[in-house]
C-alpha cells in the first residue's frame, strides 16, 4: 500500500511533467474509482495548465490555473504510469500534455481516488476536514504532541495512527519511528513525558525523511518511458523484521498482533 513517503515520491515524479504544461486531454475510462469521478471533471481540467503539484497526507494535489485542484489518492494499488507504451485494462485515466507526455493512472484494485475541488477551499474537502499536522511541517513538534496527547490511555501507537492527531503516518512508519525514539507502542499516550515527545517527533520526520530519499533516488528509474511511480522498496528497522535484531541493541525483534494488524517493536530498547 502507497505511504506518505511514497505519495511524496509520486508527486516530485509527476510535478517536471505537469508543472507549467495544459493538459491537452483527460479521458475517464470508467465512470469511478472508489467513488464517482466528478461529473464536471473532464470539462473542468481539460484545457487547463498545471500550475502547482503538492501532497496532503497520502493525497497528491495537482493545482490548475482555473482555481482549481485535482485530488489523487493511491488507495491500495494506485499507481501513474509515465509515457505508457500501451494502455492496460486497469489504466483508468489517461492525461496528456501539450508537450506530449502521457500519464495513466493505474488502479487494479480500485481503492484509489479522482476528485476535483476549488483550490481555495480545499480545506472543505472531507478527508481534509479533521486532519492533523503534516508529520513534515513545522506545526507537528514535541509541543503539538504534548497537546494531542495529553490525558489520553490509549497506546501511542494507536493515537499517532490517527489522522487527527497527525496526518498519513501508517503502521509502517509507526513502527518505525516508537523503535528509533524507544518508545513502547502500548504505552499510554498521555503518560509520556515531554522529552521523549520531543525525540519521538523528530524520529516520525527522519524516518520520513529516510523514506523519501530512498524513494528519490529510485525516482531516476521510474522517469523512463513506461515507468510507474510511486512504489519502492526500502529496508525497514523494526517493521516486518520480527525474529531479526533491533538496530539499536540487537535484542530480538517482536511481533504483536492487535485488531488484525502488527505491530513490530523491541522489547528491550522501546519502554
Ligand atoms: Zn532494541
Known sequence: MPELPEVETTVRGLAPILEGH???????????????????????????VVTRLGRRAKYGLIDTDRGDTMIFHLGMSGHWRIDPVEIGRHDHVLL???????????????????????TDSLGAYGPFLRMGPEPLGGEFDGAALETALAGRAAPVKALLLDQRI??????IYVCDALNLAQIAPGRAGGRIARARLDRLAGAVKEVLVAAIAAGGSSLRDYVRPDGELGYFSKEWRVYGREGL????CAAVI??????????????NCQR
Open 254 to 267: 517482536r511481533r504483536r498482533v492487535d485488531s488484525g494488524r502488527s505491530t513490530f517493536y523491541c522489547p
Open 22 to 48: 495544459r493538459i491537452e486531454s483527460l479521458e475517464l475510462r470508467r465512470a469511478d474509482l472508489r467513488w464517482p469521478f466528478p461529473p464536471d471533471l473532464r470539462q473542468r481540467v481539460t484545457g487547463a
Open 166 to 171: 497527525v496526518a498519513g503516518l501508517g503502521n
Open 245 to 248: 535484531p533491533c538496530p539499536r
Open 96 to 118: 496528456e500534455t501539450d508537450a506530449g507526455r502521457r500519464l495513466a493512472l493505474n488502479d487494479h484494485r480500485r481503492f484509489g481516488s479522482l476528485d476535483l475541488v476549488r
